[in-house]
């Protein structure tokens, strides 16, 4: 089936808006789940973003939810590419979920190479920050 099947499309129609709360969970081996989000846990992001610029109205608009924990420049970079607006419009702290529970190691590797991602720690609990951002051509 794949994957993609969800992008297939009547190619005449095109969106006002698309919301998007895409699987961006850091694919760590073994761990085949609904939230994997491939190796920077951007993949479902990456295809969001390009049906987006395809199939979105002229002034249409793309909510997508991004976590801190994610290389955002690379998010940043394919916006550029496809030459479309961005802005954050609100953030939220959470703490991470149970299935993130070794997500910490993970995000330091990631760190070495991708600075802007990044996690909180408060009173010895880990907290994200999910990001509402606004895509628009």
Known sequence: MG??????????VDYDYIFCNPASLLNIV???TFYNGGKF????IEEVIEFASAKLKNKGH??????SILPVSLIL????EKELEYKTINSIKLPFRKHYKNIKSW???IKQDYPEAYYLIEDNTLF???ILDLFGN
């Open 30 to 32: 073994g761990f085949e």
């Open 128 to 130: 994200e920050e999910v």
């Open 107 to 109: 995000v330091d590797k």
């Open 41 to 44: 846990g951007i993949d479902m």
């Open 77 to 80: 970079n394919l916006i550029k």
């Open 62 to 67: 793309l909510y997508i939810l991004i976590t």
């Open 3 to 12: 994957r993609k099947k969800w992008l297939r499309n009547e190619e005449r």
